[in-house]
């Protein structure tokens, strides 16, 4: 395989920018159906061309239109599982009569262990989804306390501080919440007097905590962290013998499986779930195309979550961050404001407000189509592996 | 109820209750802190929401000055808080555990799965220790008392009260044959829910309340949860479990289920509806979702995980159970989530259905296609039981007559098929056996396991009918047979008679040599037996028992009898240890040896005579 250094540096890699990754799909349909007069190097083109493609792809959301980690880049980011997933089902159903050989059959089945695995990803990230569902709920009501206000008044920023303040709880990172749980309810002015059930703000924020981890469909013990660790076990390039063995099928499965693991792991990395670790390595061999894109898009997001102010973020997903922005400087405004509020105030909360209200409309519109793709993932990924080991003949065999 | 005391001016009714609303601010005063509205005196929760009521009228009267309004917006705010954590608090209060026992046995007695009925009730009550004595149902009964009112018009309820199981408090519940609503919090305690929720929708604060009642009630939920042993268990931790653990979660499960959406999530669904009705659009919808949403999502991944595990045959019967028990609650979940935000739900339900079903049909394909093409020519060592024979299901004869056919079901006759198929494929590897007799006993051993197999399992054996058993049991005791006489028939054939008397007569005139002969014969072949057959393996201990019992009721009588007539003569002769190797003790003991599947010694135990 030739050596070529796709970070950023060949036009033709680009000329595709503008365009979306559905039309890519289409070109890359046209160039299967070509049929060479030369069998065996169409079959080379079509192992190569599933290489360049996920280059390709990976390289878009580096460099697209979407901001990394934001909500309409991670639907980006499913698309791309999602066709890259179909390119590789085709080339398995195209190669039916090699599948059965051994090393191909193990490495197979080794990639719909590792597909089963990424299906309990797709569940915890769908309980992150609904978490952040309850937060663009609490976002609401401060925007009602604070939207479209003919003048402010008290009433309105305790109502307001009241939200943020369960928001902020509902963001923390488990962790963190039982000590914060004690400041936040000595800074709201209220007697932490937690021998009295009847103090209802110390009831609330106590079912809040406990309300968090019912909302996770899993055990207390499950863990993305070590999930992906499962995902990316013993994940090594095959040797030459596999490849000759295989017809070069196992560097087909080998990018499936890489593919799986980076998009899993992105996943984890942007939307809340439990025990969220980003410590899975990738080793990937310089001379597969997609190797350096995917590497630096992992470098970028492993970059984000080091900064200062999203190291302990729940999720490195943007519009996490701005509503931890948002919700942070409106507490800080509405502790700060006097009433009557001077016309600078004034404006400050609006700005503060529109801020909010530009991030809940983002979360509006694109947390319910985000459960939906990953539902689609699931599904994509649970038929793959049926119909795969069906024709791996070999049946299911048993757990 | 007092009418509020009215005063000259409209101001002077916003003071006093202005001054209520502020003295119920916990963030200020100790007192409010301590104790609840709706805990004490009935007055006091009728002044303060008529002072609610005043406040909020004020927002709206044009007479208030600027001051005032700020004055009125912190009121409300005020009061909006108390209300919610009123609220909130009478909900806590209210979280009832449902009497989960004897729900359990009603929905049980009326469930049909695959077992007979029977055997699913007293399966509860050794799993979950139940008490179905009268007390403890009539106590459930008067702590829930049923109410007439039924949410949206649904076909598949009606009013009936008669129970299916006699022996629960019969007026207690409204019993059809799917959904049973209970009350979860009493009469009054509803009417005091519904006036906050009204007062804090009508002040805008719509949100706080759905957020509130939604996180209470969940926990509600999973108290109940907890309670029928749904688990959050993740598609990797079910991989995990050995199939007899997960059969018995899978059990759980489908009566969990029936409980959950004809009766947990049925009344959370009314409790909205006696809460909410009325007081806005679709609120009490939005306060449903928020309640059920995450269990119901959680309860089913568990059928989704089956649905997507790996097949094996001894799956078959269980996912059919579990489609079966999804497909008599899917017009349930229809009633029950009948609404457009839990179109997920729906869906989600539908999907584990096709997909159960889909992996029952594959299960079934797959193992007929492994039957049909199994391709080993290489025949099992020691004729033991072929790793197919494990997996097979249905016994039956190929000569079989159609008309046992009629009435069966169409699963019965996938699996008499697909015996068929196997017998046919078990036979064809039997003829691979160079040796008869192996061949004979290796259809023994298999046709003798599945017939095994059938009679341990009521499901099997209901489906395939005593009729099919009896016919296989006669095909592996003919195999017996044909063995007995593939082997032994020559060996015995040493000990006879003829052929060893010189003269006619009836006078000793035995030809000594053509009895050396005889017992040179016998022992050879005796040997050769008992060094190749010893390798063999019968698994089945009784059958094993059984055919070596047989063996020697031939054998040694037959060689007592030739000893005892004929070994004067050969002991009268030279070396009579070269042709009586063998006392009748010494073939007994070798008789033992027979089917253990391990080669003895070369040499046969000798007792010395």
Redesign the interface.
């Given at each position: 395989m030739p050596a070529t250094d796709c970070q950023g540096s060949s036009a033709a890699t680009f000329t595709n920018f503008g365009r979306s990754i559905l039309s890519l799909r289409r070109d890359q349909v046209h160039s299967m159906d070509t049929i060479h007069p030369d069998g065996a190097s169409s079959h080379e083109l079509e192992l190569e061309s599933f290489q360049k493609n996920v280059a390709e792809r990976i390289s878009g959301l580096s460099s697209g239109p979407d901001e990394i980690l934001s909500l309409s880049w991670v639907q980006k980011l499913l698309d791309l599982f999602v066709i890259s997933q179909e390119e590789f089902r085709m080339i398995l159903f195209n190669n039916k009569s090699l599948l059965h050989r051994a090393p191909m059959d193990r490495l197979i089945a080794e990639y719909f262990e590792r597909s089963?695995?990424a299906?309990?990803v797709c569940?915890a990230i769908?309980?992150g989804i609904?978490q952040m569902r309850?937060w663009q709920?609490?976002i609401?009501?401060v925007l009602?306390a604070l939207d479209n206000q003919r003048?402010f008044?008290?009433?309105?920023f305790?109502?307001a501080k009241?939200?943020l303040i369960d928001l902020a709880i509902s963001m923390l990172d488990e962790k963190e919440s039982a000590s914060a749980l004690n400041h936040r309810n000595r800074s709201?002015?209220?007697?932490n007097?937690n021998s009295?059930s009847?103090?209802?703000?110390s009831?609330?924020h106590r079912?809040?905590g406990?309300?968090r981890s019912?909302?996770?469909?899993?055990?207390r013990s499950?863990s993305a962290a070590r999930?992906l660790q499962?995902i990316g076990n013993n994940l090594a390039a095959p040797k030459g013998n596999e490849i000759m063995a295989t017809n070069g099928l196992a560097v087909v499965v080998y990018t499936m499986n890489s593919v799986l693991l980076f998009v899993m792991w992105a996943l984890v990395a942007a939307i809340p779930c439990q025990d969220r670790g980003l410590q899975v390595h990738f080793y990937i061999p310089r001379q597969f195309h997609w190797a350096g894109p995917l590497l630096s898009l992992h470098e970028k997001i492993l970059e984000e979550s080091k900064k200062r102010d999203r190291k302990n973020a729940c999720g490195l997903l943007r519009e996490i961050y701005q509503i931890e922005k948002g919700a942070r400087l409106m507490n800080e405004l509405s502790d700060s404001v006097q009433?009557p509020l001077t016309e600078e105030k004034e404006t400050e909360v609006r700005q503060r407000v529109q801020e909010l209200s530009k991030v809940c409309e983002a979360l509006k519109a694109g947390l319910d189509p985000l459960?939906r793709q990953v539902?689609e993932v699931f599904?994509k990924i649970?038929r793959s592996?049926?119909e795969g080991?069906?024709s791996l003949?070999k049946?299911?065999?048993?757990? | 109820m007092e009418p509020p005391e009215r005063y000259g001016r409209e101001t002077a009714g916003f003071e006093t209750a202005e001054k209520i609303i502020l003295r119920w601010d916990?963030?200020v005063s100790?007192e409010a802190?301590?104790?609840?509205i709706f805990e004490g005196d009935r007055c006091e929760v009728d002044r303060y929401l008529q002072a609610v009521d005043e406040i909020q009228r004020s927002i709206s009267s044009t007479t208030i000055s600027?001051d005032d309004?700020?004055k009125v917006?912190?009121?409300?705010?005020?009061a909006?808080?108390r209300l919610?954590?009123?609220f909130?608090?009478i909900l806590?209060v209210h979280i009832h555990a449902l009497d989960i026992d004897s729900l359990l046995a009603d929905l049980g007695s009326t469930s049909c799965s695959r077992t007979t009925s029977g055997r699913e009730s007293s399966d509860f009550l050794e799993d979950d220790h139940l008490e179905q004595d009268e007390t403890s149902t009539s106590a459930a009964a008067s702590a829930a008392v049923v109410r007439d009112g039924g949410i949206r018009g649904s076909g598949s309820r009606d009013v009936l009260i008669h129970m299916e199981s006699s022996s629960s408090a019969v007026s207690s519940y409204r019993s059809t044959n799917s959904i049973r609503e209970v009350d979860l919090i009493p009469e009054e305690t509803i009417e005091d829910l519904r006036s906050i929720a009204e007062r804090m929708i009508a002040a805008?604060y719509l949100?706080?309340c759905?957020?509130v009642y939604g996180?209470?009630r969940?926990?509600a939920v999973?108290l109940n949860f907890k309670r029928l042993n749904v688990?959050?268990?993740?598609?990797?931790?079910i991989?995990?479990?050995e199939?007899d653990a997960l059969e018995t979660k899978i059990r759980r499960w489908i009566r969990a289920v029936k409980v959950c959406v004809r009766v947990l999530f049925a009344s959370e669904k009314r409790l909205c509806a006696q809460i909410f009705d009325g007081v806005g659009t679709a609120i009490d919808d939005a306060c449903f979702m928020e309640t059920v949403?995450?269990p119901a999502?959680?309860l089913f991944?568990f059928a989704e995980a089956i649905s997507?595990?790996?097949?094996?045959p001894?799956k078959l019967f269980k996912i059919l159970d579990l489609h079966d028990a999804l497909v008599e609650l899917l017009p349930d979940i229809e009633v029950v989530f009948d609404s457009k935000s839990s179109d997920?739900i729906r869906v989600q339900a539908a999907?584990i259905l096709s997909?159960l079903a889909?992996a029952a049909r594959?299960i079934l394909s797959?193992?007929e296609?492994?039957v049909l093409r199994e391709p080993s020519k290489v025949p099992v060592p020691g004729g033991t039981i072929h790793p197919l024979t494990r997996y097979s299901s249905d016994p039956s004869t190929p000569d079989m007559d159609f008309s046992e056919l009629e009435g069966k079901t169409p699963l019965a006759l996938h699996l008499i098929w697909i015996i068929v198929i196997l017998q046919f494929n078990l036979e064809g590897k039997s003829k691979h056996y160079k040796d008869m007799s192996l061949e004979h006993l290796f259809m023994m051993n298999n046709v003798h396991y599945i017939v095994q197999k059938v009679k341990g399992s009521p499901e099997l054996r209901e489906m395939i009918g005593d009729d099919y058993l009896k016919k296989m049991t006669g095909k592996f005791r003919q195999a017996a047979t044909r063995y007995q006489r593939a082997t032994w028939v020559k060996v015995l054939y040493c000990l006879r008679d003829e052929g060893l008397h010189v003269s006619g007569g009836f006078s000793s005139g035995v030809s000594k040599s053509a009895l050396r002969e005889r017992f040179k014969s016998f022992n050879a072949m005796f040997e050769e037996v008992h060094r190749t057959q010893a390798t063999w393996l019968i698994p089945d201990s009784q059958l094993r028992e059984e055919l070596r019992i047989s063996i020697s009721e031939k054998l040694i009588p037959a060689y007592r009898s030739f000893l005892g007539r004929f070994r004067s003569h050969i002991e009268s002769g030279r070396h009579p240890e070269n042709y009586i190797k063998y006392s009748v003790e010494d073939l007994e003991t070798s008789v033992l040896d027979f089917f253990e599947g391990y080669p003895v010694s070369q040499h046969l135990r000798r007792r010395s005579q």
């Open positions: 089963v695995k299906l309990d569940n769908r309980d609904e309850q709920k609490l609401e009501i009602i003048t008044c008290d009433g309105q305790r109502r009241k939200a709201f002015g209220r007697n007097n009295s009847r103090d209802g703000s009831t609330h079912s809040l406990h309300y019912l909302s996770w469909s899993v055990s499950w999930q499962a009433f459960e539902r599904h649970v592996r049926t080991l069906d003949g049946g299911h065999g048993s757990d | 916990s963030t100790e802190r301590e104790k609840m600027d309004q700020t917006n912190s009121a409300i705010q005020i909006m808080a919610e954590d009123e909130r608090n806590l805008g949100r706080e759905i957020q996180s209470v969940k926990s999973d688990e959050k268990l993740s598609i990797g931790d991989q995990r479990l199939w949403k995450g999502i959680q991944n997507i595990s790996r097949r094996s001894e997920s999907e997909r889909e594959g797959e193992f296609n492994a």
